[in-house]
């Protein structure tokens, strides 16, 4: 199949997982009624009288909402680690490596503790600090990387990250304890959820990822060649300083929204690479966006079973992930490797 | 066409390269050796610039510090040593990678027919034409080689820099090899350096040779002439020239 | 011969005396304090000494009941929740009732060590097992499931400090004031649905049968909406929302306005308790608080289900 091709197919697979988070859920909402609302909310349809309010709130702005941050959070984590992997020429390498989930942890619990909010932000102040604060991360590990390796090599980089990583996670731990009052909370906007988030955050994240996935797509070929090795894709023309801090600095962006507005969720942005680029080549202009898309998909669905399979209860995203990604992950890499 | 002078360059603070100075001519085939850890490979990294370093290096009258990397990528191909992590590109993709530099930027970098011509001459040349959809991952070490090889004759370069090319080649690759080099370096404005471990291809093929021996020239000049000079003996602790002589003796 | 089976023997003894006195050794070397025995709820034995003087308190819920009975003066230590909800004299130290300073409790000599489950939820083995096997007498109240249980920890509490009959005395005002909210309860025509959210968005948690607070709903007439769940759980938003209870209450207390964060809540404004603005919160230190004075909490719940009443 054309790669082509396979990009429409996840596209198609995109809109089916959608649907499908839409119609199932806790309420019992039949699928023409489904229809119906969402076709209400988007076109302006009228609604019929014997759909309730409750059922339209429900499937609108209760599953459509949530499925949508879902995808928009899966895509941009399932981007971040293709990026993350080429760059840093690392198979493991993930989207979290460079520091990112600790210091937006970190910018959210100074919010959480100082109870400090931008009148313009409002409520989303919490997660523009630790948008802010992933990102400075980011640059100071990558700083670091450099002054200690002037071509900030794969292995600097996730040795630097690392170190950060641990340091922030430590005065966390220390701000945690100090400020006990506050501890839940800081620990619980770690854990990854997508509940009771409204419209607003998916009109936040759309143009990050969007912005960022444009940016990746603009250099599909630089990763290609980057991931040949930084001197090798100097030698053939590459810039390749200034493409690599770009590159890390879109992935800690997409990373960062991600955390910022829906918490830690582990996985998707390890796996979804590689089973990408198992199918599609190893070629970014197409690694890209169907990594993106299947991360979207992944964890819309992950989202789904969360919130369903023990309903009323819902399990942590989270765990989800792992759970079903782990066996998946290991099916399709040995896969190959018979 | 290129010109070394008063080179100094190295990792961090210690200098790998001292006080280099050299000339190479267009139309020249380089063969640099010395003992292991003498600094060949930081030489050729130097001069594709990828270090920064002290003193001047001029292709063709420009410093190449002040060169941008598309113009110094147009001009100069460095051909590495093979290492081992490798995405699953294809043969094809692979050598196409070659003609990024002559790419336009953006999201749709087209794909010329010249671009595709170049290419499939390249591929056919190394023999991996038939292997072209191939993931280079599953190549053994001679064909990766050969695939870089590949690359590098895509780039269409006017100096060609190698390190170790024969490495994983079998003989008739390697011949082959050599030949390819030479008749494309009889066009004008060409030139190649290489760094061989076999002393014997470097008497076979090399217009010219440079001895290094701990970062500086020890000896330079025709190859002919630098490859018996007895400083050779010195250099690397044997006699090369009468142990050469003693093999071809085994052969008749 | 004997000299060994003399060994085993005193070895057995003391296993056996360890294995059903939890908590509590001999007390302090050398001196035999009289001592007596005596059972919590959950028919663990454990041997206090006869008379009590000196009370550590690592629960304020426990430290309420002291207070309650009169008996502040034979408190030695308390848990820095403690000290912050209640007025007591500054001298008595304050403890992280999580990770207490071992040292510092040894060195008070308390004849009792109260601690409650959160104590103990600290960490995997028994933290207090270097403070029993110092002679320390440390006396675990899990939480109590129903309201009866709370009765018997009361009682058990009053007769642990040596305060039976005022122990008694409270059980009895308790079961008092129950008795007139099953009374009105019986008098409830329309029963009513009540949400209880426990923590805050976007991690909502409510409850099921088997806490005590589910019985306090059931008491005065109404139905929990998830009474089929049990315990503490994690809820999805969307069974909340179609639950669509008469009656939501929340009884957060770390957010600033807990009430206003529910009904802004985009996709629930079609509930029946938003559009009515039956949302109220409950004092989160009543209907926490496992001792008498979940009577409080009974009294705010019901003003709140079949009054109207918001909480101040």
New interface residues.
Partial sequence: MQNGLKLLTMLILSFLCLCLAACIGSVAVPVSQVIKIVANRLLGLPLSENISALNATVVWNLRMARACLAFLAGAALAASGTVMQ?VL??PLASSYTMGVSSGASLGAAIIIISGFSLPILGRFTLPAAGLLAGLLTVFLAVSLAAKVD?GFSGNTIILTGMVFSLFVNALLTLIAYFFQSHTRNILLWQMGTFALKDWSYVYLLFPIVMIGLILL??HS?EL??L???E??A???????TKVKWRLLSVAAALTGSAVAFCGVIGFIDLIAPHVV?RWC???HRWVVPVSALFGGCFMVLADMVARTIISPSELPVGAITALIGAPFFAYIYFKRRK | MLQLNHLNCGYDTEDVIRDVSLQIEAGKIVCLFGPNGCGKTTLL?AI???L?YRGTIRFAGVEVAKM???D???N???M?QV?D??????VY??VL??R??Y?S???F?HTSKADEEIVRQCLEEVDLWQVKDQ?ITELSGGQLQRVFLARTFV?EPRLILLDEPTNHLDLKYQLELIERLRTWCQRPGRAVIGVLHDLNLALQFADQAVLLQAGSVALDGEAKEVLQNPMVTEVFGIDIKSYMQKSLLKWQ | MLHWKMKKAALVLITVLTLVSTGCNSPFAGKVLPVREITDRNGVMYEIPKTVDRIVSLSPTLTQIILDLDMTDKLVGVDTNSRKFYDLAKEIPAFDMMAPDAEQLLALKPDLLLVSDMSLAGGADDPFALLSKNGICVIAVTTPATLAQIEQDVAFVADLIGAKEGGEALVAAMEAKLKEYRVLAEAVTVQKTVYLEVSAAPYIYSCGSGVFINEIIELIGAKNVFRDQKGWFSVTPEAAVAADADVILTNIDYIEDPVAEIMSREGWQDMKAIQNGTVYRINANASAQANHHVVDAVAEIYAAVYQNQKAD
């Fill in positions: 080429s020429r690392n002037k797509l603009y070929r290609d060649l991931t040949f090795g001197e090798q100097a030698v053939m023309g590459v810039e390749t680029r080549g190893a070629s | 990294k594709a610039g990828l920064p941008k990397r598309r110094l990528a147009a100069i191909a460095l590495s290492s992590t490798y995405f699953d590109y294809s993709d692979t990678l070659g990024y530099l790419g930027k953006g999201f970098p993931p780039q």
